[in-house]
């Protein structure tokens, strides 16, 4: 499987973004997070194409929790995407690359008063409220300083995607959003409407799971939405003006997931959002997106160093299990641990060469750190590169410092040149923030 500008050089190694990935280990070191920067430019474009051509008013956003250092936020503006941020760090991460306020949605289900004020101080576009809390909070913070801000409400419109059920987000039983079947959707637009001018109420939002395979979950989920939009204008004569259909959109971590394009899952979400109008009786609004694994997911491939390669008797065919260990693990990929997710690997300095060795990928953390069960690649040997595919989103935004490693460089490859756009940390940067009270050191 070779995704975005992969390809095997004349060395037999793997390339990407027009750099030998054997090259890149040996001068950034491993593990070492490498994103396609012409791969994720390609998914902006696309996306925006797609969905702009089949519906003008539509803005898609990037979402930040995917993927986030200042330099993709540069990127995000120069390709004219708007960007969702979910924390302090990721709206401070924006306003670090000048990334423009008023293409900024604030997410989160627990925002903060300290957050915010940030969005108040940074202007931003919209903040996306998820519950009376927030809305509350939101309208006295805007009444006390005399001005206003613009916000879409969150609802869960109680789909259920076939999804892991830890990136399931759209059902009933959720910590997020409004429900709609209680009433406290409707509700809650009727507090936001109360809030004028203070609260701007603009639309309404969901985010219905992620790393879904087809375009059903959407259109179950658009008609809900769309039906609620209607029911809000029989029951307060409020039109919504922007319907935000979150992400979702899945990838291939493996050849065998096969995603639809852009295009189709364009065609089907508009299709169907038209369709809905149409029943419904509604005036159409504009439509936002927030894709975040779909556009820098399969841009990531993360480089680890072959160690110590063991095998051992197992009962059940073929009898063996080889296991080869990598200088990584659950620090810089937590999902197999947290969402049993798969991958697949190859070793990249033998591209060429058959993959004929069934292998076990295990971290070096202190858990039983599995990135890849049973794959097959080439033979492999301590030192060797091992290249794992599609670690683009949810990979580097979720790494950790568990028992104290380093967290990877990360680099942009682009026509043969590659760029840190995060440096590895340091051994004095793992002990930065500690403190020692006095009476330790006697
Ligand atoms: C509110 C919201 N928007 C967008 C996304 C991005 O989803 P995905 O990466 O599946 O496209 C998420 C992911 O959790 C989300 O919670």
Known sequence: ????????????????????????????????????????????????????????????????????????????????????VASAGELYTAIKADFPAEKLLFHGNNKSAAELELAFQYNVGRIVVDNFHELAMLAAMARDKKSSRKILLRVAPGVDPHTHRLIRTGQEDTKFGFNIKNGDALSAVRQALEAAPHIQLAGIHCHIGSQLLDASTHVEAIDVMVGFIRSLKDATGWSAQELDIGGGLGIRYLAEQLPPTLDDFATT??????????????????????????????????????????????????????????????????????YESVYSALVASKATLPADTVATIAGKHCETDILIWNTPIAEPKPGDVLAVQSTGAYNYAMASNYNRFTKPACVFVLDGQADLVSERETLDDVVRLDRVPERLWT
């Open 269 to 338: 979400v508009i299709a169907s959002l038209k369709d809905a109008f149409a029943r419904y009786d509604v005036d159409e609004p504009a439509l936002l997106l927030e894709p975040g694994r779909s556009i820098v997911g399969e841009a990531g491939l993360t480089l680890y160093t072959i160690g110590a390669i063991k095998t051992v008797p197992i009962p059940e065919d073929p009898g063996q299990r080889i296991y080869v260990a990598i200088d990584g693990g659950m620090s810089d990929n937590p999902r197999p641990q947290l």
């Open 1 to 84: 499987m070779l995704l975005g500008t992969q390809r095997v050089n004349s060395r037999g190694h793997l390339e990407v973004g027009g750099c030998d990935t054997v090259d890149l280990a040996r001068r950034f070191g491993t593990p070492l997070y490498v994103i396609d920067e012409a791969t994720v430019r390609a998914n902006c474009r696309s996306y925006r194409a797609a969905f702009e051509s089949r519906y003008p008013r539509t803005d898609v956003s990037f979402a930040g929790k995917a993927f986030l250092t200042t330099a993709m936020a540069r990127l995000v503006a120069q390709e004219g995407l708007g960007l969702d």
